[in-house]
């Protein structure tokens, strides 16, 4: 695996604002990384560290395999991380040949860019004349000018409306397939559930789960049970090794799986110890119920 960035105990204060905290984790080439948390939890200030538009506190981070200037590394980075702005009276065309002309680089891709971003047909049209999708979109197609080995996006579909948001991930998917690593920052679950292959989830500048969303979302799941024999029950799922976490609410007894088990199976198992089940159901939670629970268990 090729790694792209790297983060070890990064952290920024702000006067007693402690914004991020002690973040390691890394990104690896081809895959989509979701950093998740709620306002205020420190995401876009770790975007900035790495960009070298925030100075960071103490801790590191290193592009690449490390041997490059920061300056230079991230003449191979794409990022949005502010709202579009480019030249209102300029059409699409003419603003991404400024943006080349600033990043030195061939105005040959102006085409295929915008191609990919669904506005080519709309090359000529004054930048003033955008939705604010296709102003987002068309920040898109600038931050891919340079063929960047990595594109990093701050809350890319804030302020669009339903379908704007669609057309967005849609455009991010496609350009991962390409090959190209995605950061995104975000505050919502669904779309890191939809677009992002890794979740890093910040809670108040800490890092609070790291790993791929697919085995977050595959976890083992819980039992909601309900007896008349509550206490034998709990009993027994406190010894018994395929049960972790155990809770109570409004009378259903949950017992969090660390092992695989079938309901079938723990029924008869129950059965025979002379414990009869009013109710099972096994569940798996969604990606938000886990978020909460992670929330949940870090708050002070
Ligand atoms: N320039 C600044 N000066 C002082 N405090 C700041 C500054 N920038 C951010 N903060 C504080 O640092 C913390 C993290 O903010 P940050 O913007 O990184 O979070 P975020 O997760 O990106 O949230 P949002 O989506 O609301 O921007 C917050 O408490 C914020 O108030």
């Known amino acids: 695996m090729e790694t792209i960035l790297s983060l070890q105990n990064l952290s920024k204060n702000y006067k007693n604002v402690k914004a991020v905290q002690n973040l390691s984790f890394t990104i690896e080439k081809g895959n989509v990384y979701g950093i998740l948390g709620p306002n205020g939890s420190g995401k876009s200030t770790t975007l900035g560290m790495v960009l070298n538009v925030v100075n960071k506190t103490s801790g590191n981070f290193k592009w690449f395999n490390g041997n490059v200037a920061v300056h230079d590394a991230l003449k191979r980075v794409g990022a949005i991380i502010e709202r579009p702005n480019f030249y209102p009276y300029m059409t699409a065309y003419d603003n991404l040949k400024l943006v080349c002309k600033i990043k030195s680089v061939s105005t040959n891709k102006i085409d295929e860019k915008l191609k990919i971003v669904g506005l080519l047909d ?3 049209s004054k930048f003033k004349t955008f939705s604010l999708g296709m102003k987002q979109r068309l920040a898109i197609a600038s931050a891919l000018l340079n063929d960047p080995e990595i594109l990093i996006l701050d809350e890319p579909t804030n302020g669009l409306d339903p379908q704007g948001i669609h057309q967005i991930r849609e455009i991010i998917k496609e350009i991962a397939t390409q090959g190209t690593t995605i950061l995104l920052a975000s505050h919502l679950l669904d779309e890191v559930e939809k677009v992002c292959s890794h979740v890093v989830i910040l809670r108040k500048g800490v890092k609070i789960y790291s790993g791929r969303v697919d085995e ?3 976890s083992q799941g819980f039992f909601e049970l309900k007896t008349d024999k509550e206490a034998e029950l709990i009993a ?8 972790g976490k155990i809770t109570k609410e409004e009378g259903l007894i949950k017992a969090f799986l660390t092992a695989p088990l079938s309901a079938s199976d723990f029924n008869k198992a129950m059965f025979e110890q002379g414990i009869v089940l009013s109710h099972l159901v096994n569940r798996k939670e969604s990606l938000e119920e886990q978020f909460l629970q992670l929330t949940e268990n870090q708050s002070n």
């Open 122 to 124: 709309r090359k000529d």
């Open 236 to 243: 027994i799922l406190e010894k018994h090794e395929s049960f």
């Open 216 to 218: 977050m979302v595959a």
